[in-house]
């Protein structure tokens, strides 16, 4: 089965729709990546890495997928991680200890699901969404909690692992619109060429 | 004071993350919440953060903030008035 | 489709307000509240009410919480249940071990937990801010429904830390007394730690208390902000009606959010008024725990199948004067019910909301 899919790291995106970025040095920001989709979404630049991964991946998507033929609370979102929200959790924590005055707009990102949040906000999507945390990837739990999602009627699976910790950034975004098998996920997640 | 208001603009764009703006995009009388910048509640709380952290200015309730952060000539005049 | 009839009951609970159950049942129907003033422990020394287990040491809170929570569970249980291929845990935590940091928080939880009780599959762990526990007792209904499982074990845990009080701080979220939910003075959350523990399972000896369903639905609003209309957690409600056929008029009693910010509590207030709950008796219970964040789902579950065992709908604690945007029916003492339905509520950053019913049988 065919499954829309984007990967994204700080120097590649890569997705299923055949569109691939290279860039020759690493950009931790995703500046340029933001910049290519020609989009005008200032809030970007605000979201930590894991939103601004999720948003990128997001927006290739839709090269492939017309998500406006859902209703907007039929597309359920199932993120992961192993580092949960760690590297703003870093950033959090030295903005009070090294800066000496706790960061606001860092502690609301000191929660991973806030990506949903985002990705949701941007699309007005209204559906359920649940963020993991697991020790690694997990492609049962997945193939789980589509399978669910579609019992209880989900019309399509926006589904993420999203990874944010010392030098590794990295996104695989997929999108299902029927039940998945966890083999099907393994030869997606291991078949990007990273 | 125009001295003020310009390293504001910068402080504000660096802090808020608003990097598609440069100081010029910001006028003096711009309403910085709503229309204007369209700026948040979070942001209002890192203007709290950024006066005390460059001005020594300690802003103890965040809706003092309201009137204080509406434009960048208030921000400047609020400073000039309370920098320590 | 024919519904599997899930059942639910408490097994542990660890909060300043106790070590198990019993003293809990206790202390919630006296009206006791866990919150005490905590001298310097804000960013700038100040100090702040919060729900404190003074019992735990100052070092690595998390694992020892989790530890003592998971051993007490460990009595309840043969070991051989906990070990067996029908069994699953399912984790609610917002932050994990915070002191563990600059590694990961989670580092570790897996393992203890699984060792600990010799699990046979991995313990899933839910981490979606504040409406974190009840996502995760709707998620091991899922899998009790779908799949093979017999049981699951939901335990929340989230402990204090200066992380999190400076975060609040730094978002003017914290109150310098008691929290009042729903009044017309309040200023804000008191910080809690808590452990909880619910059980899942197919089997109907084990509680006369079956789990319906609970529905989620994001605001699409703001990260940080709830809506204004409660939009969200209005859709949840809605649909948590519309999938089991509940009405507003079979509920018994709200087990609410009520953090006591001004614009949580009022948005709830809108939220249940376009349910049409308006005069549904209705309780917060952060003025008892203080916000445990990722174990409030949890704990909050427990206490309202407390109150559908005892009949009644706990007073919310803090609450002298109106002062939402939509009228309410706050319980100003605990209030007597008459009907069998209990519907708790949550609401958290990310823009998340839940609604979750249950019912107890006679």
Known sequence: ?194 | MSELKETLKAQIIEQLNLEDLTPADIQDDMPLFGEGLGLDSIDALEFIVLLEQFYGIKLADPSEGKAVFSSVNSLAEFIEKNKK | MAIIPIYIAPIALISPLGNDLEDHKIALAKNLSGIATQPKVGFGDENWPQAKINTLPEKNRFDHLLNIGLDKIAEKFESSLLEHESTLVIISSTKGNLDLLPLNPFDGIFEMVKTKWNLKHQPILISNACISGVVAIQKAADYLRFQKFHQVIVLGIDVLSDFVTYGFQSLFALSDEPCKPYDHNRKGINLGEAFGAVLLTKDANQSNIVFHQAITSNDANHISGPSRTGEGLYRSIRKLFEVTGVKASDIAFISAHGTATLYNDDMESQAFHRSELTNTPTFSLKGYFGHTLGAAGVIETIASLFCLQDGIAYKSLGFEEEGTTCAMHICRENTKTTSKFALKTASGFGGGNAALLMEIKS
Request: aromatic residues 16%; negative net charge; proline residues 4%.
């Open chain 1, 1 to 194: 089965m065919h499954i829309p899919f984007c990967y994204i790291n700080p120097y590649t995106i890569k997705s299923s729709s055949g569109y691939t970025f290279q860039l020759q040095e690493e950009e931790s920001d995703f500046k340029t990546h933001y910049k290519a989709l020609e989009i005008e979404y200032p809030k970007f630049y605000k979201m930590d890495r894991l939103s601004k991964m999720a948003f990128i991946a997001l927006n290739h998507l839709t090269q492939e997928i017309e998500f406006d033929q859902f209703e907007d609370d039929e597309i359920h979102m199932i993120f992961g991680n192993t580092s949960a929200s760690t590297f703003v959790d870093q950033l959090f924590s030295e903005s009070y200890s090294l800066q000496k005055s706790p960061s606001p707009s860092l502690f609301v990102y000191t929660l991973p699901n806030i990506l949903t949040g985002e990705l949701a906000i941007f699309k007005k999507w209204y559906g359920e969404n649940c963020f993991y945390v697991c020790e690694s990837f997990d492609p049962i739990l997945f193939a789980d909690q589509i399978a669910f999602a579609f019992q209880k009627g989900a019309k399509g699976v926006l589904c993420g692992w999203v990874e944010s910790i010392g030098n590794k950034h990295e996104a695989l975004m997929f999108f299902v619109k029927n039940p998945v098998s966890e083999l099907e996920i393994i030869e997606l997640y291991n078949n990007l060429e990273k």
